[in-house]
């Protein structure tokens, strides 16, 4: 595209991306991570409350003194799309555009579209690109009491060449296998790779990572996805970056990013988040670099 460019640094941009996205050169990122707005027909809002000493409050807390929920601040975001797909599809022609030949586009979905987004997928990228389908289980939220109550994303997975995309399952963290008993100690003590149904809490409401981001994602689920399909240096995309959870990952990781959202409020959680997750990741290469420098006069 005429004016294109590979990204230099990271950054993190404000607009919406069907605009913001023809900056990037083809095959400009290893990873595209895309976590759109799941269509639900409604409003998402994250309140943050504060419990206040009131002697009518409707709340009793320690030794029966009464407190009431006092609301300290709201954010949201529209998630109502009459024609979801046709919102979609130039967006995930960008993102396959994107992918450098060993890439890789993990796309995060619920359960009300990701049958309608997987047939989009497979006509924008080829069916035989296909690579997963992801199942994040949690429990947490409402039961209903009419039907089974739906406790999973979806992550759908594609390759932009199936002959040579980047995958190293040696790299994503292990987790303890469900009956240890079943196999040998020393198997138990290692752990075993992931398989596509990946069991992870919801971010903790008192954890470091809670940024009170509505619909914010947790950093576990986001590290499996870069360390197996990046490598160090390697650059990320995500143009629905809300809390900037893949910025936060990647800096970590040695990673480099590139976050895109049309909230000005996203945009500030994430320059505040990124910027202290930049601080840390300094603190620890200078770490490193002093036990290496030790090291050397030994």
Not at 142 to 158: E, N, S
Not at 197 to 219: A, D, F, L, S
Request: with cysteine.
């Amino acid at each position: 595209m005429t004016g294109a460019a590979r990204p230099l640094r990271d950054q993190i941009l404000l607009g919406d991306n069907l605009k913001l996205l023809p900056r990037f050169s083809d095959g400009s990122f290893q990873l595209v991570y895309l976590d759109p707005p799941f269509n639900t027909g409604r409003p998402q809002e994250r309140r943050t409350l504060a419990a206040v000493s009131d002697s009518e409050g409707e709340r009793v807390g320690f030794g029966g003194r009464r407190y009431r929920a006092q609301l300290l601040a709201r954010s949201s975001y529209r998630d109502s799309f009459e024609d979801y797909l046709a919102f979609l599809e130039p967006r995930l022609r960008h993102a396959r555009r994107l992918l450098t030949r060993e890439g890789t586009l993990y796309f995060h979905i619920d359960y009300r579209e990701s049958h309608h987004c997987k047939l989009l997928l497979d006509e924008i990228f080829g069916r035989e690109c296909f690579l997963n389908e992801i199942i994040w289980a949690y429990d947490y939220g409402g039961r209903p009491r009419r039907r089974w109550p739906a406790k999973h994303d979806t992550i759908l997975v594609y390759v932009r060449d199936p002959r040579r995309y980047h995958f190293d399952a040696q790299a994503v963290e292990r987790e303890p296998y469900m009956a240890p008993g079943l196999v040998t100690a020393e198997k138990a003590a290692r752990g075993k790779l992931p398989t596509d149904v990946w069991w992870h809490t919801i971010v903790p409401t008192n954890g470091r990572e809670k940024t009170g981001y509505p619909t914010q994602k947790p950093e576990g689920i986001v590290r499996r996805i870069v360390q197996a399909s990046t490598r160090l240096g390697d650059w990320c995309l995500d143009c629905f970056a809300g809390s900037g959870t893949l910025g936060a990952v990647a800096a970590q990781l040695g990673r480099r990013y590139v976050l895109m959202d049309s909230n000005p409020e996203a945009v500030a959680v994430m320059r505040a988040r990124l910027g202290a997750a930049e601080r840390d990741a300094a603190t620890v290469r200078r770490a490193s670099a002093r036990r290496s420098g030790v090291r050397g006069q030994r």
